[in-house]
């Protein structure tokens, strides 16, 4: 299988014509409309041999109803890579995500969900976000509230800005001096670490604590628990989701079969959340087809871009079928990404 480098030139040139006609058409690509669109400076005789060679080479196939050809998932990889030319938002798109994400003190979830919305209009993919991953953040303060006989709400203050609180049983009442003792403990050895970081060596910083009775059992539950105590959700929710009606607009999704594939996948939450937490903590990523390790999302793409708040870090972007404008979405779901960063600050 020859690689990019190893393809020629002319065979390079009509690689991209025969994507580009593609993706504009979703019907499969003959010589004569290569010839015809494409001013390459060849015959169709001679692009169709060439056509065959990236048949041969693994970058094209045909159907049998057809004499056309289709690109290949490793047609878009090198297209991806080596031949793309991106495509800036053009001003009207600038505007339209600048009107739906303008809002005066939103939660980071409803910015993101907007933009995930917004997106998906905007390419006509559906549109994805995750909310922040919380592990590296730090932990400025922790707050144990005795709510219950038997019950302690903590509030967890993050460097980030954002709060989070969650309740702890424990197993029998517990003076409100013991609380305050612990929380005092608890503050001494963790405030300033990361919530990977405390999760990892929450044994060793706890184990010499200076607490007895009823200080000591409830220093246990957080050596015990801390695995859990200490893995706080980003929100909610997690991952938001775009409307899918602009995707089953899409030729992939004509067939009544296709559409409950794309109904399937909208539903398969923590599949999707799977395919997103592995995205890569800077910069744009693209997976496409059969690169997924997931075989449920060999007919998508998944182009995401990351931002940044701090210690706080996220995705967005869109999944669609492979056939997608790869110029345009890179483009788009990377300004996005940008704009998020601007709001959230």
Known sequence: MPTAEQLTERERRVLEAVIQTYIATAEPVGSQTI???HPLGLSPA???QIMSDLEQGGYLYHTHTSGGRIP???AYRLFVDHLIQ???PSAQE?????AELRVERTAIEEILRRAAQVLGVLTQELGVAVAPSLDQVILDRLDLVHVATERLLLVFHLRSGALRTIFVQIPAPVAASTVERVARILNERLAGLALREIRATLGERLRDADATGQGSALLNIFLEQGEEIFDLPASREGLMLGS???LAAQPEFASNERIRDLLSLTERRGMLRSALADRPASGISITIGTEHTDPQLADFTL???SYRLGD???VIGVIGPTRMPYEKIIGLVQHTSRLVEGLIE
């Open 35 to 37: 010839a015809r669109r």
């Open 46 to 48: 001679s692009i169709r």
């Open 72 to 74: 290949t998932d490793l």
């Open 86 to 88: 991106l495509s800036p």
């Open 94 to 98: 600038r505007r339209a995500l600048q």
């Open 244 to 246: 899918a009606q602009p």
């Open 303 to 305: 182009v995401t871009s």
């Open 312 to 314: 706080l870090s996220g």
